[in-house]
C-alpha cells in the first residue's frame, strides 16, 4: 500500500469574488480554551437568506452580462444570436428595476453551506435560512412553483415556494461561506446523469458521446448556457452536485491537473474542444447560430475502477447564483450588477423585418397566413393567447376522456404553455415568460384531433409525435424566445384575466391580450421542424 495522503477533493485557489458588506450585526468572536469562536445569531443566516434570494431573482452577475453583450458585437453571430442576446439584455435591464423577476419561474431556492468548525449558531440554521427564503418569497413579486405529495400521487402548492433545498458541509475555521441559486424547472431537467464505463474515455468515443448527448439538451432551458460536464465521480450523486456547483461558477478555480490525492481539476483542453463542438452544432442561441453556449467547465472526479458515472448540466441565460459569506468582519453577498442597461448598444442591429401576425381573427384564417411561411421565420404577434401548462393540459384530456366537449377557448385562440409570477401593483401582468414545451407533447396529437391547440407558442425543442400531429392537423407550434419574462411583462402583455381552473392558482387558465410578442415558426403544417434539421 501506499503512504497515508489526505488530498481535499475540490482545492478551490482563489475566490475573486467582489462582495459587498450587507451588516456587521448578528456576528460577535468568543474565546474558548484559547481559541477564537465566530457566534452567529440565526437572525443573520435570515437576514442573508432573505436579501441574497431577492438579489438573485432581479440580478445577474456583470461577467454573465458582459459574456451576453459579447454576443451582439461578434461578427460571426447569426442575427437570431444577436436578437436573442439584446432581448436578454433589455429583459435584464427591466428586472434590474427591483419590481419584475428576469424569469417567471423563480424556481427552487437552493442553499450550499460550507460552515467552519468555529462557528457556532446555537439553532437549527437550515431552519432560519428557510424562513428567510419564505419572507423573500412573500414580500416580493416571485412565483410559489413547490408542490408536497399528500398521497403518492396527490400533490398540493404549498404557497410559500419552500421547502428549500439546504445542503450544509462541515469546514475547517471560523467562516460560513455560501453559494444560493435560484433553479427554474427547465434548467433543473435539462441535468443528465451517464453510468458509463472506462471504454468511454478516448479521444473518439468521448467525443461521439458529447455530440450525441448535446441534442438532448436542447433550447428549452433557455440558453445562451454556462455547461457542466462532469466525468468521474466517487458516487453518482457525488458527480450530480459537482454538475450543479460547476455550472454555477463554484468551481472556476479549481487546479487544471490531478494528483495521486484525487483532487478534481479543470480540463481546459476539453473545455475548448466541447465549445467548439457546441459552436458547430448550430443551435445557437434559441433559433439557430453560434451561441449556445457562453462557456463550458469540464471537471474530472476520481471514480470506482468499475464505474464512470458523467453528469450534464446547465445555467441557463437566467444565471441566478450569488456567492455570501459571514465572518468576524460581518455577513457579506456578492455583487451583482445592478445597471445592466450600460451594456446594451445604443444602436440596434439591422435585421429583416418580422411578420405580422393578427391573432384577434378566426382560426383558419391565422393558420392560412402561417401556412404561407416557411420555418425560421420571425413573427411579431399581436391579439389574444390561452395561457395553459401542465396541470391544465391534463384537466382537459380528462374531460375528453369522460366524453365531455373541449372548452372553446382552446379552439378559438392560440395556447401559450406560461405560468405568470406575482403581479406588481399597477402592472397588468407580473414576469410571464414561455414554459418548456415538452412537457405537454402528449397533447397535442388528441387536442388537435378536436381543433384545439392548433398553435402553440412556448420555448424549446419538441418531439417527433408533434412535428406527426402538425402535419397531419395543420398545425404550427411558435418558437418564443426562453428568458425575458420581464420585459414581455412590461411591454408586450396588455391583460391577464383568470378564464378557468381558478383553483390551479399559478396553473390556472388564463387570457392575456399582446402587442410585438416575438416569435418563430418552428414546426410547421408541412412536417418541417427547424430543431430537426439543424
Avoid at 467548439?276 to 471514480?303: M, N, W
Avoid at 445604443?346 to 384577434?360: A, F, G, K
Avoid at 401556412?371 to 396541470?391: E, F, H
Amino acid at each position: 500500500m501506499s503512504d497515508f495522503f489526505y488530498q481535499k477533493p475540490f482545492p478551490i485557489k482563489d475566490d475573486t469574488t467582489k462582495y459587498r458588506l450587507l451588516t456587521k450585526d448578528y456576528v460577535s468572536t468568543i474565546e474558548v480554551d484559547g481559541r477564537k469562536f465566530l457566534k452567529v445569531d440565526p437572525k443573520g443566516l435570515e437576514l442573508l437568506s432573505q436579501e441574497a434570494m431577492a438579489d438573485v431573482s432581479f440580478y445577474l452577475r456583470t461577467a454573465h452580462l458582459e459574456k451576453v453583450a459579447k454576443i451582439l458585437d461578434d461578427p460571426e453571430a447569426s442575427d437570431n444570436d444577436r436578437f436573442v442576446a439584446r432581448t436578454l439584455l433589455e429583459n435584464a435591464a427591466v428586472a434590474a428595476e427591483g419590481q419584475l423577476p428576469s424569469c417567471q419561474d423563480t424556481g427552487t431556492a437552493i442553499v450550499v453551506g460550507k460552515k467552519g468548525e468555529g462557528v457556532i449558531t446555537g439553532s437549527n440554521d437550515a431552519e432560519a435560512l428557510s424562513r428567510g427564503i419564505y419572507e423573500t418569497y412573500k414580500e416580493r413579486n416571485l412565483r410559489y412553483s413547490q408542490v408536497v405529495p399528500l398521497t403518492m400521487t396527490e400533490e398540493k402548492n404549498t404557497g410559500t415556494n419552500l421547502p428549500a433545498q439546504i445542503d450544509i458541509y462541515s469546514d475547517q475555521g471560523n467562516s460560513y461561506e455560501f453559494l444560493f441559486m435560484a433553479k427554474g424547472g427547465g434548467s433543473a431537467n435539462k441535468t443528465f446523469l451517464y453510468q458509463q464505463t472506462k471504454a468511454l474515455l478516448n479521444e473518439e468515443s468521448l467525443t461521439a458521446f458529447v455530440k450525441e448527448k448535446l441534442k438532448s439538451i436542447g433550447t428549452a432551458a433557455c440558453p445562451p448556457y454556462h455547461l457542466a460536464f462532469v466525468v468521474g465521480g466517487t458516487s453518482a450523486e457525488a458527480n450530480m452536485a459537482t454538475v450543479k456547483k460547476a455550472s454555477a461558477g463554484y468551481y472556476d478555480h479549481l487546479p487544471t491537473e490531478g494528483n495521486m490525492g484525487g483532487q478534481a481539476f479543470r480540463d481546459v483542453e476539453w473545455e475548448e474542444k466541447i465549445q467548439k463542438i457546441c459552436q458547430e452544432s448550430l443551435i445557437g442561441a434559441q433559433f439557430g447560430g453560434k451561441y449556445f453556449t457562453h462557456d463550458v467547465k469540464v471537471i474530472r472526479l476520481p471514480r470506482h475502477a468499475a464505474s464512470c458515472p458523467v453528469g450534464i448540466g446547465v445555467s441557463c441565460s437566467a444565471d441566478r447564483n450569488i456567492k455570501a459569506k459571514i465572518n468576524e468582519d460581518g455577513i457579506w453577498l456578492e455583487e451583482l450588477e445592478k445597471d445592466p442597461r450600460r451594456l446594451i448598444p445604443t444602436e440596434e442591429s439591422q435585421m429583416d423585418n418580422p411578420v405580422e401576425i393578427d391573432l384577434n381573427r378566426p382560426m383558419d384564417e391565422v393558420l392560412a397566413e402561417l401556412t404561407k411561411y416557411p420555418i425560421k421565420t420571425r413573427l411579431n404577434l399581436k391579439g389574444t393567447l390561452i395561457v395553459a401548462r401542465d396541470i391544465a393540459h391534463a384537466r382537459i384530456k380528462e374531460m375528453l376522456d369522460n366524453g365531455e366537449e373541449m372548452p372553446e377557448y382552446f379552439k378559438n385562440h392560440p395556447i401559450y404553455y406560461a405560468g405568470p409570477a406575482k403581479t406588481p401593483e399597477g402592472m397588468p401582468s407580473g414576469s410571464f415568460g414561455p414554459t418548456t414545451a415538452g412537457r405537454m407533447d402528449p397533447y397535442v396529437g388528441p387536442f388537435q384531433a378536436k381543433r384545439g391547440s392548433m398553435i402553440m407558442l412556448a420555448k424549446g425543442n419538441r418531439s417527433q409525435q408533434v412535428t406527426d400531429a402538425c402535419n397531419e392537423h395543420g398545425g404550427f407550434y411558435l418558437g418564443s424566445i426562453g428568458g425575458p419574462a420581464a420585459i414581455l411583462a412590461k411591454e408586450n402583455i396588455k391583460s391577464v384575466e383568470l378564464v378557468d381552473f381558478e383553483d390551479l392558482g399559478m396553473e390556472a387558465v388564463r387570457k392575456i391580450e399582446i402587442e410585438n410578442f416575438p416569435a418563430f415558426i418552428i414546426v410547421d403544417d408541412k412536417g418541417n421542424d427547424f430543431f430537426a434539421e439543424l
